[in-house]
């Protein structure tokens, strides 16, 4: 399947709202004493019931939520914590917080070994600098794959029809499709990779 490249390297696999860490040597990587460009990142606005939401994920510390998009009435929300990115799936009608974990799917910050800087197809079109990848089937849309660098993260949404994607919240938020799909980002601006000539992007 022509998927399982992403699937290569250190992975943080989030799925029905369990988090389960690995890296290709079965251990935590190490080297994260230097401060996290993410990290530093000012949280975004979130409404209560998408941060209450959120906080229900099983990681330990606090979840900072960078920025939310809504697609086809879902809001995708993008955020870190213990040392991950994030992406989880939410509706976007929520006047509450869910009574169970959202879907989500995250890859860890790249620091030893197991990331990658090779830049032939998302994200590292998109990313700047080594990163690692995650990817999962995310209903309502056909499939997520979140890109986590040391200054930004990228998640590509695949079969949104003909949705546009809209920005709710996230100063540094930007995002367009590619056909059929959505490319979300946050970070620094530097390490982004904006859309070519033909796209639209908020």
């Not at 993410?38 to 941060?51: E, F, H, K, R």
């Not at 959202?102 to 910050?109: A, I, K, L, Q, Y």
């Not at 986590?148 to 949705?163: D, L, P, R, Y």
Request: charged share 15%; net charge neutral; hydrophobic share 35%.
């Amino acid at each position: 399947m022509r998927r399982s490249s992403r699937l290569a390297g250190t992975a943080l696999l989030l799925t029905a709202g369990l988090a389960t860490a690995c890296t290709s040597g079965g251990t935590k990587p190490q080297g994260r004493d230097e401060p996290w460009a993410l990290n530093g990142l000012a949280a975004t606005s979130a409404s209560v019931p998408i941060q209450r939401s959120i906080d229900l994920m099983p990681t330990e510390g606090a979840a900072k939520i960078l920025g939310v998009a809504e697609i086809s009435g879902t809001d995708v929300v993008l955020w870190v914590r213990g040392g991950a990115c994030n992406v989880a799936l939410l509706p976007d009608s929520l006047t509450a917080p869910t009574a169970t974990a959202p879907t989500s799917v995250g890859s860890p910050r790249p620091t030893g070994h197991g990331s990658s800087d090779a830049h032939q197809e998302f994200p590292g079109t998109i990313l700047d600098g080594k990163y690692t990848t995650a990817s999962a089937r995310m209903d309502p849309f056909q499939f997520a794959t979140v890109g986590c660098s040391e200054k930004a993260m990228t998640v590509k949404i695949e079969g949104i029809g003909e949705s546009a994607p809209v920005k709710k919240a996230g100063d540094s938020l930007q995002l367009w499709r590619e056909g059929s799909n959505a490319v979300i980002a946050v970070g620094l601006p530097e390490a982004i990779r904006g859309p070519g000539p033909g796209h639209g992007s908020s």
